[in-house]
């Protein structure tokens, strides 16, 4: 099957050459497909980061090819793969950053290792490896013509969430342009603590109060807001501000928030 789009997300930034050498590989082999860039500014080497971005941009994505690569073990042992989603092919690196995408697009089919070519350089194989790869598939090449089968791929740890009477501890998964914290908790989790109102929110450094709300504007401009954002998760934000700033906190931090001490 052939796919006019690939999807690109990867912690390569904006200035260097890193994203356009990936476009002109891209281009050179499937001139006729078109490329989109879903984020190249994950934080570098922070892989879950980079998962939840992906997982959470899929689903709202045409059925693609998607080329993902945040990849600290690059040149290592770690192989480079494919993966058969039920909508969709994910290439990248075997470190757990492509299987939540691939869970949010129907599950895992299969999966095929990535031949590395003997001229691939060593610490570019978004370059040499995954462009290719993805340019390939894109045009209609089989996975399985690209490598042998994988019977089990890597996945990430399952991040901490902790629900209690009156206190929740997560894990962050990400920090957005805003400073919006995202939690790996959901309001579900939230729910099961009873807190309803007035909260704390707590990082390692400092401890704020804030509001459970629906929307930034459900509190007064620099105020803190505890919310579901749009990924279903519960998030922290400033109301014209960066929770992240407020909070000196990032996406491989810890966050726990329990009950305002003025909370009736």
Known sequence: MAYP?????????????????????????APDVRVLDVSHLVPPQQVRHGAAVLAQTVPF?????HLAVVDPGVGTERRGVVVVAGHGLLVGPDNG?????????????????LTVPERASATFHGRDVFAPAAAQLALGVHPAALGPGVPELVRLPDPLVAAFPGKLV?????????????????PA????????????????HVAVPATIGRTFADVPPGANLLYPDSAGRLAVAVNG????AVLRIGSADECTITASPTAS
């Open 5 to 29: 789009l690939i999807s690109f997300t990867s912690d390569y930034g904006l200035r260097d050459g890193f994203v356009a050498a990936c476009h002109g590989v891209i281009a050179g082999i």
């Open 61 to 65: 994505l045409p059925k693609a090819v």
């Open 97 to 113: 950053l492509l299987v939540p995408a691939a869970e949010a697009l129907g599950g895992v089919i299969g999966a095929y290792a």
């Open 241 to 244: 501000g960066s929770a992240a």
């Open 189 to 204: 989790d939230l729910e099961l603590t009873g807190l309803t109102s007035g909260v704390t929110v707590h990082s390692e």
């Open 170 to 186: 997560s894990d962050v998964l990400t920090v957005d342009h805003f400073g919006n914290v995202q939690l790996a908790a959901t």
